[in-house]
C-alpha cells in the first residue's frame, strides 16, 4: 500500500503530517511534538495546536516529549508535580478533544539514575504510626528518665537514658524530613553533642555580629526639601505643659483596654488632681 503523507503544518516545536491510502481515503493526521523546557515556550505550542484543530477534520493522533504530564500519576520521584504546571497542557488537550491513548511497557521512560528509595510520602501509618505522636511519645520517655537520672545518678540509668534520647532524635529526624519534602525548602542538620553545639552557636553569632559596616552617603537625603523651619523645631522639642498633658488624658476613653501599668483612661482621670504635678 502506497501511503500519502503530506505535510500539513511545521512549527519549531511540532510537525503534523495528513497521513492516508493514496487514494485520498482511510486518513488521518499525525503530530510528532518536541516541546521547549518553559512555560511560556510551551504555551505557543499549545496555543499553535489549538489553532491547529481548526483544519484538522479527522483522526489525530499526538506523539513526542511534551516536557510535562496529564495526572500526578505519571511521575514518581523528585519535586511534587504542581497542577497548575499541567494546567495549559491538560487545557490544550480538552480544546482540541484528544484523549490518552495509553501505552505498552514500562510506566517510566525515564529516571536521572539515582537509586530508588522509599518516600515519605508513601508511607502509611500502620508502618511508622503518627510521627508527630511518636516524637512526643519519646520526648516524654527522656523527660522521666531525665528526673530519675537526676536521682539515681547511676551507670545503668545514664546508658539507658542514651538510648533513649537516640530513638527520640531519630524520629525528630523523620519529622524533620517528612517536613521537608512536604515544603522543598532547604533545612539545615541536626547538630548533636555540647561541643559541636558549642561552636556552632559561637560561629553564628560571629557571623551575625561581624556583619561589614553599612555606608550610607548622607548626601543622599539633600535631594529631599526641608519644610520646617527652625521655629517649627522649637516648638516640636518643646515639653508639653500641664494644659496640654491635662488635654490628652481626658480624651481617652474611659472603658480603654489597660495600658502596660494595669489602668485605664479612668483612672487617669479621677485621679487627675493627685498625678497631675508628679
Given at each position: 500500500?502506497?501511503?500519502?503523507?503530506?505535510?500539513?503544518?511545521?512549527?519549531?516545536?511540532?510537525?503534523?503530517?495528513?497521513?492516508?491510502?493514496?487514494?485520498?481515503?482511510?486518513?488521518?493526521?499525525i503530530s510528532t511534538v518536541h516541546a521547549k523546557i518553559t512555560t511560556t515556550e510551551r504555551r505557543?505550542?499549545?496555543?499553535?495546536?489549538?489553532s491547529l484543530n481548526a483544519q484538522v477534520d479527522g483522526p489525530w493522533f499526538y506523539k513526542g516529549?511534551?516536557?510535562?504530564?496529564?495526572?500526578?500519576?505519571?511521575?514518581?520521584?523528585?519535586?511534587?508535580?504542581?497542577?497548575?504546571?499541567?494546567?495549559?497542557?491538560?487545557?490544550?488537550?480538552?480544546?482540541?478533544?484528544?484523549?490518552?491513548?495509553?501505552?505498552?511497557?514500562?510506566?517510566?521512560?525515564?529516571?536521572?539514575?539515582?537509586?530508588?528509595?522509599?518516600?515519605?510520602?508513601?508511607?502509611?501509618?500502620?508502618?511508622?504510626?503518627?510521627?508527630?505522636?511518636?516524637?512526643?511519645?519519646?520526648?516524654?520517655?527522656?523527660?522521666?528518665?531525665?528526673?530519675?537520672?537526676?536521682?539515681?545518678?547511676?551507670?545503668?540509668?545514664?546508658?539507658?537514658?542514651?538510648?533513649?534520647?537516640?530513638?527520640?532524635?531519630?524520629?525528630?529526624?523523620?519529622?524533620?524530613?517528612?517536613?521537608?519534602?512536604?515544603?522543598?525548602?532547604?533545612?539545615?542538620?541536626?547538630?548533636?553533642?555540647?561541643?559541636?553545639?558549642?561552636?556552632?552557636?559561637?560561629?553564628?553569632?560571629?557571623?551575625?555580629?561581624?556583619?561589614?559596616?553599612?555606608?550610607?552617603?548622607?548626601?543622599?537625603?539633600?535631594?529631599?526639601?526641608?519644610?520646617?523651619?527652625?521655629?517649627?523645631?522649637?516648638?516640636?522639642s518643646q515639653h508639653p505643659d500641664e494644659e496640654e498633658i491635662k488635654e490628652a488624658v481626658f480624651?481617652?476613653?474611659?472603658?480603654?483596654?489597660?495600658?502596660?501599668?494595669?489602668?485605664?483612661?479612668?483612672?487617669?482621670?479621677?485621679?487627675?488632681?493627685?498625678?497631675?504635678?508628679?
Open positions: 500500500m502506497n501511503l500519502h503523507a503530506p505535510m500539513l503544518a511545521s512549527e519549531d516545536q511540532y510537525i503534523t503530517w495528513y497521513v492516508d491510502n493514496g487514494i485520498g481515503t482511510n486518513g488521518g493526521y505557543e505550542l499549545w496555543d499553535s495546536l489549538t516529549d511534551f516536557i510535562i504530564i496529564l495526572e500526578p500519576g505519571e511521575k514518581r520521584g523528585g519535586i511534587p508535580n504542581r497542577a497548575y504546571k499541567s494546567f495549559d497542557f491538560v487545557t490544550c488537550m480538552n480544546d482540541c478533544g484528544v484523549k490518552d491513548a495509553g501505552f505498552v511497557g514500562s510506566n517510566f521512560t525515564w529516571c536521572n539514575n539515582r537509586r530508588p528509595r522509599r518516600r515519605l510520602s508513601t508511607w502509611s501509618k500502620e508502618e511508622i504510626g503518627e510521627i508527630n505522636q511518636k516524637v512526643e511519645e519519646w520526648e516524654a520517655i527522656v523527660q522521666g528518665l531525665e528526673d530519675q537520672d537526676l536521682n539515681v545518678n547511676k551507670e545503668e540509668s545514664r546508658a539507658e537514658l542514651n538510648k533513649v534520647q537516640a530513638e527520640s532524635v531519630k524520629w525528630m529526624t523523620l519529622r524533620e524530613a517528612l517536613l521537608k519534602e512536604k515544603s522543598q525548602i532547604t533545612w539545615g542538620r541536626w547538630i548533636l553533642g555540647d561541643e559541636k553545639i558549642c561552636k556552632a552557636t559561637v560561629k553564628y553569632f560571629e557571623k551575625l555580629f561581624n556583619q561589614p559596616t553599612l555606608v550610607v552617603d548622607r548626601n543622599l537625603i539633600d535631594c529631599i526639601p526641608n519644610c520646617k523651619t527652625k521655629d517649627d523645631n522649637v516648638y516640636l480624651d481617652m476613653i474611659v472603658t480603654s483596654s489597660a495600658g502596660l501599668d494595669g489602668f485605664n483612661g479612668m483612672l487617669y482621670q479621677k485621679c487627675w488632681d493627685i498625678i497631675k504635678g508628679s
